[in-house]
């Protein structure tokens, strides 16, 4: 744990990683700027080698942001690890750069964790662009049954089922607070006693299930993780990085689950079920791939709303 008496020059540092998304970007700055009354904030963007202007644009029109240009993509983890290395805040917020801030949430954020000095993380209500909520801002732990409940269309079908619905949670009411295994790193905030117990991302992850890893790891720790729907972002998914390279984005999806269940859950399970559930995500993997050679629109993930 941290010293009391450490002064901090900042109450959030915010951590973007970016890749060919500069008008989401530009969206998503402007967005913050009109919601950090009352709060010492830095803005640390980290560019993975974009083609698409970002950059310049970020000069330009933002010269407060700290602007980390990496010569590659360098994916999310290790980007943002040199974000959070940098970072001043008190706390420090994991955001998407394809997301719009409303109504004053990042403050909401922040008092809720200041309130409760037990909470470790916790995340706002993400909304799809259609304004309904999006599912997997708001998570269980990704155990095999929970997974292949989700991938069936099982938590679908069974809605209210706390069997079924594992995964994203489908059974709790989403205007309501939670307790829960995880939120999406589109928007996690973190307090920082949390960074000086378990350190920062784990950056094997080149893409994907840092963000559950990092809470797997706080929540081991004894930390709480909590959903607070009275924030609430619009994050729009899947464009960036995800939109620019579908292919490699689908395999470090695959790799980065791999890694997540073979560090975390595996030695929960017999040995022989392990190398059976590794061959489904195989399977998947190359059942994934396939269906995106035939899309129109390539990309990785589920459509957003």
């Not at 700055?29 to 803005?43: F, W």
Request: charged share 25%; glycine share 8%; hydrophobic share 40%.
């Amino acid at each position: 744990m941290m010293p009391e008496n450490i002064v901090f020059d900042f109450d959030i540092s915010i951590c973007i990683v970016t890749l060919n998304a500069r008008d989401y970007l530009r969206d998503s700055l402007r967005s913050i700027e009109c919601t950090l009354a009352g709060l010492r904030a830095e803005v640390i963007v980290v560019d993975n080698h974009s083609n698409d202007g970002t950059v310049e644009m970020l000069r330009q029109d933002f010269p407060w942001v700290r602007l980390i240009e990496n010569e590659k993509n360098e994916g999310f983890a290790r980007p943002t690890n040199k974000a959070l290395r940098l970072a001043g805040g008190r706390y420090c917020l994991l955001l998407n750069p394809d997301t719009v801030i409303l109504d004053n949430a990042i403050q909401k954020l922040v008092a809720f964790l200041d309130e409760h000095t037990e909470i470790g993380i916790c995340g706002p209500k993400a909304l799809n662009r259609d304004g309904s909520l999006q599912k997997a801002c708001r998570r269980g732990v990704s155990r095999p049954w929970a997974v292949l409940s989700y991938f069936t269309g099982l938590s679908m079908l069974f809605p209210r089922s706390k069997l079924f619905g594992g995964y994203l949670l489908n059974y709790m009411d989403e205007d309501e607070v939670h307790e829960v295994d995880g939120v999406s790193g589109s928007c996690m905030l973190i307090r920082r006693e949390v960074m000086d117990q378990i350190g920062l991302l784990d950056d094997r992850y080149f893409a994907y299930q840092e963000d559950a890893d990092y809470c797997f790891r706080a929540k081991k720790a004894g930390w709480k993780i909590f959903y607070m729907p009275e924030a609430e972002i619009t994050h729009y998914g899947g464009l960036g990085g995800s939109r620019v390279y579908p292919y490699r984005s689908i395999y470090e999806w695959h790799r980065s689950y791999f890694l997540y269940y073979r560090k975390n859950l595996a030695r929960e399970y017999f040995f022989l079920f392990n190398w059976l559930y590794y061959l489904a995500m195989v399977f998947k993997l190359f059942l994934s791939l396939l269906v995106n050679m035939f899309r129109t629109d390539k990309f990785a993930g589920p459509k957003r709303g």
